[in-house]
RNA sequence: GGGCCCGUAGCUCAGCCAGGUGGAGCACCCGGCUGAUAACCGGGGGGUCGGGGGUUCGAAUCCCCCCGGGCCCA
C-alpha cells in the first residue's frame, strides 16, 4: 500500500532541483537503465546525431537549442518504447583546427609545417580537438543530454578513415572517381589550394584597368574590345565571351571599327577621352558567334601556339553583363572560374600559365619567371607598343586575399580529385523525393538545390583530415584505391600504426599491374567528407555490417537550415554512392539563434551571450522549455523576457504539484489503491473536463512529436498546466480538498488530481527533464507508485472514450457565464466575496440551456451565488427602464424664459415623461401654472438598466446579476470577510494548515456579531477553530476594518489535528 | 544577382497551409481574490497585421512587386 508523503521547498529554485536531480541521476546510473529499458525493445528507431565541430570547448546558444531538440525527440521516442541509437558525434578534422594550431605553434606557412614535422603537428591537432570533445560534452551532459556519451563517434579514429575509404573505393568502382584540372583561389606564398569557404577575406586593392583591342580575323582595321584588371592572365588567353541577347554596337574611331556592346559605348568612349566616335551599326551578339581573332601578344608568348586556333566570340551569357567592361569578356579559362566551365563545355584545353609560387612559367614565353602581379606592367607596355591598347587607367577593387597571410590571390587551375557526382543527379533527385521533410519548404530547397548539383572535389592538399586512399604506380601510373586496412596488406603495404599523415604517406605497395613501387597520392578529403558518411562509419561499416544493416536507414536526423546544403546534402550524396540510396527517411530542419533584435549572434558585434551565462542566471529546464516552444524551423530570438515568462510557468507547475502533495499528504491519500478505474461513479462533471482536456492533450501531443513538430506539443503541455489546471480545475476542487472528513468526493478529486499530474510529468518529461524528475520522486515515486525515474515510465497513450467535446463546450460556456458574471459584480461594486442572490442568464439559442446543466454549481460557486436562473431571450431587457434627458437646443428657442422651469419638470418626471412619448409621441405638463407640451424634439430618450441588474454581454448571451441582497447574504458575506481576516492572521502567524485555534472575536456592530453567530460553524470549519468566543483571549490580536465597523480578533494556537502541542 | 524563410500591440509570439468581426503572455493603469500566496483572477487602454497593388461579396491569410532581417548559393 503506497501513500503520498513527498514534500517540497517553498519556492521553485531551478539550480537547486538541477543539481539535486544530476546528482540522483548520476548516482543511480540513471542513463544506463533508461537506454537499458529501451534496448529490449525491437522496434528501432535510428538517430543519428549531426556531429559539431569542436573549435572550442564551449558551444552557441543555437547548439544547445540542437542538442535540446534532440534530446526531447530521443526522450520521447523512448518512453514510446523504441529501441533508440543515439551515439553522439564530433566532427574533428578539417582546416579550422589545423589553423589554430598553426597559431598555437607559431607557424606561419606550409612551409613551416614541414619544418618542424607533419607528425607533430597532426599529433597537436588530434590532442585539441579531443581536449575540446571532452569540454562540449561536459556542457551536453549538463544541459540534460541523453546520449551515449560514453562511446562517441569521432572522425579522426583509424576505423572512421577506414569506413571513409570504402566509400572513395566504391565511387571508384563505379567509375565515379576522377582527376581532374580545376579552378581555385590559390595562395602563392602558402603553396596551397584555398576552398571556397576559405576565401571570406577581401582588402581594397589597385589593379589596372585596361581596354584591349583584339583584331577580328578576315576584316581590315576591325578589332573587338575586351576589359580586363588582371592583365597577367592575357598570355592565357583562350577565347573571348558574349551574349546572344545584348546589342553591340560596331564603332568607327580613327578609321578603326571596335566592337562593344552598345550600351557601354558612351561610357567607355568617356572614359578613354574618345570625343570623336560614330556607331556605325548594330548587331545582335549572337551575329558575333563563331568570329576568330588574332590575339596581340601571340608572337611573345608560347602557350599561344596552342591556344590561336581557339580565339574565336563565343556565347556564354551566364558571363557577360553590361554593368562594367564591353560585353565581350576575355577569357582564360586556366584562371576564372566561369572561364573554365565554359572551356570546357565547348572543348577548349585549359592552360594555366603560373607555378605554385606564383611566377609565370614557360608557356608564358617572354613573360616567364615574373611574379604574376608584375608581369601586368611589361605586358601592358607590350599592348601599347603594338598598338592593342585603347585605353589604361587604374582601379581600387574589393581583392580576395589569403585569411593567413593577407597575400592577394589568383585564381589557377589545379589537378584535383574530384567525385562525378554530377552524374547521380537524378538518383539523388529521385531518393530526395520520397524523403519526409519538416517544414515542407525544407524539401523543396534542398531539390532545388539538387537541379545545381555539381561534382565534388575531395581531395585537400592539407594534413589533418582523412588521407586519400589513393595510390598511384610510379612505373606504369595504375591506379588502386585501398578501401580498407586489409586492402592494404593484399596490395603488399604495411598497416602503419596511424592512418593519418605522415604515416600513411610511408606506406608503399607493389603495383597489381607491374609489380611497380606505388605511392600515395598526398591530399586528404574535403571536411564535408567525414560527416557526409557518418550513418554508415559511425556503426564501424564495412568491418561491422550487421550493425547498419539492423538499424538502416536513420529514422531521424534534426539541424539547422543551413545544413539543408550542408549535412543533409552531404550524406545524401555518400547514401547514393555508397548504397545507391537516402541514407535517412525523416529530417527535421531547425532555426538559427538570433540577438533580441533579429541580428546574428557574434562576439565581434558584442551582442553575444555565452551559454553559461543562459544557465547560471536562468536554469536548464527554463532554458530547454524556451527553446522548445519557439517555431522549430524559424529562427528564435534570444529573449532574457521569454526565459523569465518560462520561469513563471515553471513556478506555477511547482506550486500546483506542491499543492496537491501537501493534501494528498495530509490525507495520506493512497494513489496505488485509489486509482481513478475505482472512480468512474463518482466523477463530477469538472472531472470528466480536465480527463477530456488531458487526453485531448495526449492526442494532440503525441501526432506533433511523430510529425516532428516538438514546438507543438511543448507549447501543449504548458496550456494544460498553465490555463487547464492551475487556473481552472485547481480552482474548482478546492473546496473538495479542504474537507476534513474521508468522503468519496474527496478521493474522487484526489485520484482525478493524481491522475492528470503523473501523466503530464511522463509527457512534460522529454522537455523538462530536471523538475519533472524531482516531481515525479515526490509525487509519484515516494507514494509507492511507478518507477525509480521518470525518464524510465510508458508515455501515455489517448483514450478516445475519455475525449468529450460535449463537455468540453459545456465548460466553455459555463467560463463564458462566469466571466460575464464576474465583469457585471465589478461593475456594480460587488466584492466576490459577498455571494448575491441570483444570476440571469438569457441565451442566444436554446441548446445552451442544456449544456449549462452539468456546471451550474460551477457558475454558482465561481461567481459566489445562490441561484441561476435561465430566462427567455429579451426577458432582461424588458428590465431596462426608460427615462429623459432635457434637449436643451429643443427646449431653449421655444421656452424661453420658461427653459429652466421645463428642464426641472423633466426631471422630476423623467420616467412618465419617456413612457408618454414613446406611448404617445407627447408628454402634457404644467409648468408655473400653465400647460405646455413636450415632444421628442425636447428630449433625449434613454434606457437603463435598473440599479439592482447589472448586465454584461457574452458570447452566449446576456448575463445578469441580482444585486439585491437579503439579510441573510449580508450576513454571509460578513462571515467571509471575518474568514479572510483570520486567515489572514493565521498566515501572519505561519501556521501550518493543519494547525488548529483558539478565536476570539470582539466588535460593537450589530450585524457583524449576528454574523458571527449566525455563521459561528462556517467559521470555525474555515479557520480551523476549535472556539469561536467574544471574550478577550490571550494571543495574536489585530484590529480590523469591516463596512466601517470595528472588529477585534485574537486567535490562539492550540494544538494541530495529531495532537502535537 | 538567384533560391528558401521571417516581418502581427511598446516587447516576445499564436493565428496564415484549408479566406469570414485580429488573439495570448509580458509591461502599463484600475479592480478583485487570499489555506498554491514573492502565487492567482477580472477589466481597461494600446494594432496602417512591414509598404504598395491584385483576386474576392469578403484578405493578416491567396497572387504579384517593393522594403527590412536570416540562411544558402552566385
Wanted: with cysteine.
Amino acid at each position: 500500500m503506497g501513500r503520498v508523503k513527498g514534500r517540497l521547498e517553498e519556492a521553485y529554485d531551478p539550480h537547486k532541483v538541477e543539481d539535486y536531480v544530476h546528482k540522483f541521476w548520476d548516482e543511480n546510473s540513471i542513463y544506463l537503465k533508461v537506454k537499458e529499458k529501451s534496448s529490449k525493445s525491437k522496434k528501432k528507431y535510428y538517430f543519428l546525431d549531426g556531429p559539431p565541430y569542436p573549435s572550442s570547448n564551449t558551444f552557441h546558444i543555437g547548439t544547445a537549442w540542437n542538442k535540446t531538440i534532440k534530446d526531447s525527440m530521443i526522450r520521447f521516442f523512448r518512453m514510446k518504447g523504441y529501441n533508440v541509437w543515439d551515439k553522439p558525434g564530433y566532427d574533428t578534422h578539417g582546416l579550422p583546427i589545423e589553423v589554430k594550431i598553426e597559431k598555437e605553434l607559431g607557424l606561419k606557412t606550409k612551409k613551416d609545417i614541414l619544418k618542424i614535422g607533419i607528425d607533430k603537428f597532426v599529433q597537436r591537432c588530434m590532442e585539441f580537438a579531443k581536449r575540446n570533445v571532452e569540454g562540449l560534452t561536459e556542457g551536453f551532459k549538463d544541459l540534460g543530454v541523453f546520449m551515449d556519451w560514453e562511446h562517441p563517434y569521432l572522425t579522426f579514429k583509424d576505423d572512421y578513415i577506414e569506413s571513409g575509404w570504402w566509400m572513395i573505393k566504391r565511387a571508384h568502382e563505379q567509375g565515379l572517381l576522377e582527376k581532374d584540372l580545376l579552378v581555385h583561389h590559390w595562395c602563392p606564398r602558402c603553396e596551397t589550394t584555398l576552398a571556397d569557404y576559405e576565401v571570406s577575406e577581401y582588402v581594397d586593392l589597385e589593379d589596372p584597368s585596361i581596354y584591349v583591342k583584339f583584331k577580328l580575323k578576315g576584316y581590315d582595321d576591325k578589332y573587338i574590345v575586351i576589359w580586363t584588371t588582371t592583365p597577367w592572365t592575357l598570355p592565357a588567353n583562350a577565347f573571348v565571351m558574349a551574349h546572344p541577347d545584348i546589342e553591340y554596337a560596331e564603332v568607327e574611331v580613327n578609321g578603326e571599327t571596335l566592337v562593344m556592346a552598345r550600351s557601354r559605348v558612351e561610357k567607355i568612349m568617356e572614359e578613354a577621352g574618345i570625343k570623336d566616335y560614330t556607331i556605325k551599326k548594330v548587331i545582335k551578339g549572337s551575329d558575333l558567334e563563331g568570329l576568330e581573332y588574332t590575339h596581340p601578344l601571340e608572337d611573345e608568348v608560347k602557350a599561344q601556339e596552342l591556344l590561336s586556333k581557339y580565339h574565336r566570340i563565343v556565347m556564354a551569357p551566364e558571363a557577360v553583363t553590361e554593368h562594367e567592361g564591353t560585353g565581350l569578356v576575355h577569357s582564360a579559362p586556366g584562371h576564372g572560374d566561369v572561364d573554365f566551365e565554359v572551356a570546357r563545355k565547348i572543348g577548349v584545353p585549359i592552360v594555366s600559365l603560373v607555378g605554385d609560387q606564383g611566377n609565370l612559367l614557360d608557356g608564358a614565353g617572354k613573360y616567364a619567371g615574373i611574379y604574376f602581379r608584375e608581369a601586368n606592367k611589361y605586358i601592358i607596355e607590350d599592348l601599347r607598343r603594338k598598338n592593342a591598347l585603347l585605353h589604361e587607367s587604374t582601379i581600387v577593387h574589393k581583392y580576395p586575399v589569403c585569411w593567413r597571410c593577407k597575400t592577394p590571390l589568383l585564381l589557377r587551375a589545379t589537378e584535383q580529385w574530384v567525385i562525378k557526382v554530377s552524374k547521380l543527379k537524378d538518383k539523388l533527385i529521385k531518393e530526395a523525393e520520397t524523403v519526409y521533410w519538416q517544414p515542407e519548404w525544407a524539401k523543396t530547397r534542398f531539390i532545388n538545390l539538387l537541379k545545381n548539383v555539381r561534382d565534388w572535389v575531395i581531395s585537400r592538399q592539407r594534413f589533418w583530415g582523412i588521407p586519400l586512399p589513393i595510390w598511384v604506380c610510379k612505373k606504369c601510373g595504375h591506379i588502386e584505391v585501398v578501401g580498407s586496412r586489409e586492402d592494404l596488406e593484399r596490395l603488399g603495404g604495411k598497416v602503419p600504426e596511424n592512418l593519418h599523415r605522415p604515416w600513411i604517406d610511408g606506406v608503399k605497395l607493389r603495383c597489381p599491374k607491374c609489380g611497380g613501387e606505388m605511392e600515395r597520392v598526398k591530399d586528404v578529403t574535403d571536411v564535408w567528407f567525414d560527416s557526409g558518411i557518418s550513418f554508415y562509419a559511425s556503426l564501424g561499416y564495412p568491418r561491422n555490417k550487421e550493425l547498419w544493416n539492423s538499424l538502416k536507414p536513420v529514422d531521424f536526423i534534426t539541424e539547422g537550415h543551413d545544413q539543408i546544403r550542408g549535412w543533409f546534402f552531404s550524406l545524401l550524396r555518400s547514401g547514393v554512392i555508397t548504397f545507391g540510396s537516402k541514407p535517412y527517411t525523416r529530417v527535421l530542419v531547425h532555426g538559427f539563434t538570433l540577438d533580441e533584435h533579429g541580428f546574428e549572434m557574434h562576439k565581434s558585434l558584442g551582442n553575444y551571450v555565452e551559454f553559461k551565462e543562459v544557465i547560471e542566471r536562468m536554469g536548464r529546464d527554463i532554458f530547454r522549455w524556451w527553446a522548445m516552444m519557439t517555431t522549430t524551423w524559424e529562427d528564435m530570438k534570444f529573449s532574457w523576457a521569454g526565459m523569465e515568462k518560462v520561469k513563471r510557468d515553471l513556478s506555477i507547475v511547482w506550486n500546483v504539484y506542491n499543492f496537491a502533495l501537501t493534501y494528498m499528504s495530509l490525507d495520506s491519500f493512497d494513489p496505488v489503491n485509489n486509482s481513478i478505474e475505482e472512480f468512474s461513479e463518482t466523477l463530477k462533471p469538472e472531472d470528466k473536463w480536465i480527463l477530456s482536456r488531458l487526453h485531448r492533450l495526449i492526442k494532440k501531443y503525441e501526432g506533433a512529436m511523430y510529425d516532428m513538430k516538438p514546438h507543438e506539443a511543448a507549447r501543449g503541455i504548458r496550456d494544460f498546466i498553465i490555463e487547464d489546471v492551475s487556473r481552472w480545475y485547481l480552482r474548482l476542487i478546492r473546496r473538495r480538498v479542504w474537507v476534513e472528513e474521508d468522503t468519496v468526493d474527496k478521493r474522487t478529486a484526489y485520484a482525478v488530481l493524481y491522475y492528470i499530474l503523473k501523466n503530464w510529468l511522463l509527457l512534460a518529461a522529454p522537455f523538462i527533464p530536471f523538475i519533472t524528475e524531482r516531481l515525479y520522486r515526490e509525487l509519484v515515486y515516494k507514494s509507492g507508485d511507478g518507477y525509480e525515474s521518470v525518464h524510465l515510465e510508458d508515455m501515455p497513450s489517448y483514450k478516445a472514450e475519455l475525449i468529450s467535446d460535449e463537455i468540453e463546450e459545456s465548460m466553455n460556456i459555463a467560463r463564458e457565464i462566469i466571466e460575464a458574471a464576474l465583469a457585471a459584480r465589478m461593475k456594480a461594486g460587488l466584492k466576490v466575496r459577498r455571494p448575491v442572490k441570483r444570476i440571469l442568464v438569457a441565451p442566444v439559442s436554446r441548446d445552451i440551456v442544456d449544456k449549462i446543466d452539468p456546471f451550474r454549481h460551477v457558475i454558482l460557486e465561481m461567481a459566489n451565488a445562490k441561484s441561476l436562473e435561465i430566462v427567455e431571450e429579451g426577458f432582461i431587457e424588458s428590465q431596462m427602464v426608460r427615462s429623459v434627458e432635457p434637449d436643451y437646443r429643443g427646449i431653449g428657442p421655444e421656452f424661453k424664459q420658461k427653459s429652466r422651469a421645463v428642464v426641472d419638470l423633466i426631471s422630476r418626471y423623467s420616467k412618465e415623461i419617456a413612457d408618454a412619448i414613446v406611448r404617445n409621441g407627447y408628454y402634457v405638463g404644467k409648468v408655473n401654472g400653465e400647460e405646455i407640451r413636450l415632444e421628442p424634439r425636447h428630449v433625449k430618450i434613454r434606457a437603463d438598466y435598473p440599479d439592482w441588474l447589472s448586465v454584461e454581454p457574452s458570447k452566449v448571451g446576456l448575463v445578469a446579476v441580482d444585486s439585491r441582497l437579503d439579510k441573510s447574504e449580508i450576513l454571509e458575506g460578513l462571515a467571509r470577510e471575518i474568514v479572510r481576516r483570520i486567515q489572514f492572521m493565521r498566515k501572519e502567524l505561519k501556521l501550518g494548515i493543519e494547525d488548529d485555534i483558539m478565536v476570539s472575536i470582539s466588535t460593537d456592530d450589530e450585524a457583524i456579531s449576528e454574523a458571527v453567530r449566525a455563521y459561528k460553524n462556517y467559521i470555525m470549519r474555515e479557520v480551523r477553530g476549535v472556539e469561536i468566543t467574544g471574550d478577550p483571549i490571550q494571543g495574536y490580536r489585530r484590529e480590523w476594518d469591516i463596512d466601517g465597523a470595528k472588529v477585534v480578533i485574537t486567535i490562539q494556537r492550540v494544538s494541530d489535528r495529531n495532537g502535537r502541542q
